[in-house]
Structure formats: structure tokens, C-alpha cells
């Protein structure tokens, strides 16, 4: 299975950016994927989680109310709205996918969750 992410670029603070990220495997409904992030020289963070199975979101404190994370079962495609953003959210985007997902914020945070990574997209936020 291979994720494939992009969408990532340079925008001005206050701007928007959407991210996808595409699996080549099948979407089990038990499963779902998520969008973590990597700053410079900072810990890998969980961002957002999107389940298959009834469409749940989660979407971290950090990006509350202004991120919203989607999907396609269709496209096999998972999106990351990305609006009012800030240069503190200037990172690597990783995405991820998982067979079977546990239920509530441990489970959706948690890198072990997920069986498979993307490579990465970066979004860079200008002040």
C-alpha cells in the first residue's frame, strides 16, 4: 500500500492551502486515515483523523475551527482544508492510513495506530 500526499506549498499567513493524500489500497471500514505534522526541529504531531466507516473527524486543539479533514472512499482520497493559516503551522504534512481504528483521541493520536506513511508534503506560512 502506498500513500501518496501533495497539495503542500508557500502562502501567506491568513491564507489557505488543501491538502490530498491518496491510498493505493482498499479503504476498510474499520480504518481510516489521519494528517500529522513535523515542525523543524519539533516532535511529529497529530493533526487530524478522518474514520471510513460513517465519516468521523477529529481534528486536534491546535487546528480547531480551522482545519477540516475529509474524504473520498470513492478516491481512496483523503483532504486537509487548510484555512486561516498561521506561520506556526508551517511543517512537514505526513499522511497516514490505518486497517482498523480504534475510537477516541488515543487511538487517533497515536503513530502506532496507522500502518502505513506518505512521504510528506511541505507547507511553509509567510508572515
Known amino acids: 500500500v502506498q500513500l501518496q500526499a501533495s497539495g503542500g506549498g508557500l502562502v501567506q499567513a491568513g491564507g489557505s492551502l488543501r491538502l490530498s493524500c491518496t491510498t493505493s489500497?482498499?479503504?476498510?471500514?474499520?480504518?481510516?486515515m489521519a494528517w500529522f505534522r513535523q515542525a523543524p526541529g519539533k516532535a511529529r504531531e497529530f493533526v487530524a483523523a478522518?474514520?471510513?466507516?460513517?465519516?468521523?473527524?477529529y481534528d486536534a486543539e491546535s487546528v480547531k475551527g480551522r482545519f477540516t479533514i475529509s474524504g473520498d472512499s470513492a478516491k481512496n482520497t483523503v483532504y486537509l482544508q487548510m484555512d486561516s493559516l498561521k506561520p506556526e503551522d508551517t511543517a512537514v504534512y505526513y499522511c497516514?492510513?490505518?486497517?482498523?481504528?480504534?475510537?477516541?483521541?488515543?487511538?487517533?493520536?497515536?503513530?502506532?495506530?496507522?500502518?502505513?506513511w506518505g512521504q510528506g508534503t511541505l507547507v511553509t506560512v509567510s508572515s
Open positions: 497516514a492510513a490505518a486497517t482498523a481504528l480504534g475510537y477516541g483521541y488515543n487511538n487517533y493520536a497515536r503513530e502506532m495506530s496507522y500502518n502505513y
Open positions: 489500497g482498499p479503504t476498510f471500514s474499520s480504518g481510516g
Open positions: 478522518y474514520r471510513w466507516s460513517g465519516g468521523l473527524q
